[in-house]
T-cell receptor, first 111, second 116 residues
Framework: RKEVEQDPGPFNVPEGATVAFNCTYSNSASQSFFWYRQDCRKEPKLLMSVYSSGNEDGRFTAQLNRASQYISLLIRDSKLSDSATYLCVVNMMEYGNKLVFGAGTILRVKS | DTAVSQTPKYLVTQMGNDKSIKCEQNLGHDTMYWYKQDSKKFLKIMFSYNNKELIINETVPNRFSPKSPDKAHLNLHINSLELGDSAVYFC???????????????FGQGTRLTVV
């Protein structure tokens, strides 16, 4: 089983749509979780951290389910500029850093 | 000011050559990483250093040798380059996690290595 698994997509959605991405991780001791965004030929950039209580940043909502070892990202009111690859990232170490990336989910928002 | 900078941005070289990629961060972070992103776009961790000490070495061939002269720098030297080494190499840095902090990583712009 891969350490971090994501549906690669692509997800093709119209502007204004709501889209959700899921991610599962293998190590139950993992403590830190993130969503990153990567545009074509660019470096990954932090979109948001994922907290146990769930968190929201504008149109973006992240959820964590520790029992199921599952992370989600919800994007509401999609914009053309949201088109990118979304990477689920898990710190596999309880103490220290080993940031493992999922393979990424491609989102294409169309007008 | 660029937080994590790596040079060069592009590197084209012949098989069998030796090359180095340099990385510097000005964020005051303790931990630095090298990641490889292959043609399938999968980002795979190669090495992690904390305060100049190697923490993670993910079954990378011995031809790859990281060097950390201080905690703000992590360079990557590659010997006897092979065609399969062609990829984008990203340097990143983060704070060291101590169970309480959420330690997101910040990435450099990447070095696109092409071996011909």
């Amino acid at each position: 089983r891969k350490e971090v698994e994501q549906d690669p997509g692509p997800f093709n959605v119209p502007e204004g749509a709501t889209v959700a991405f899921n991610c599962t991780y293998s190590n139950s001791a993992s403590q830190s979780f993130f969503w990153y965004r990567q545009d074509c030929r660019k470096e990954p950039k932090l979109l948001m951290s994922v907290y146990s209580s769930g968190n929201e940043d504008g149109r973006f909502t992240a959820q964590l389910n520790r029992a199921s070892q599952y992370i989600s990202l919800l994007i509401r009111d999609s914009k053309l500029s949201d088109s990118a690859t979304y990477l689920c990232v898990v710190n596999m170490m309880e103490y220290g850093n080993k940031l493992v990336f999922g393979a990424g989910t491609i989102l294409r928002v169309k007008s | 000011d660029t937080a994590v900078s790596q040079t060069p941005k592009y590197l084209v070289t012949q098989m069998g050559n030796d090359k180095s990629i340099k990385c510097e961060q000005n964020l005051g972070h303790d931990t630095m990483y090298w990641y490889k992103q292959d043609s399938k776009k999968f980002l795979k961790i190669m090495f992690s250093y904390n305060n100049k000490e190697l923490i993670i070495n993910e079954t990378v061939p011995n031809r790859f040798s990281p060097k950390s002269p201080d905690k703000a720098h992590l360079n990557l030297h590659i010997n006897s380059l092979e065609l399969g080494d062609s990829a984008v190499y990203f340097c990143a840095s983060s704070r060291f996690r101590d169970r309480r902090l959420n330690t997101e990583a910040f990435f450099g712009q990447g070095t696109r290595l092409t071996v011909v």
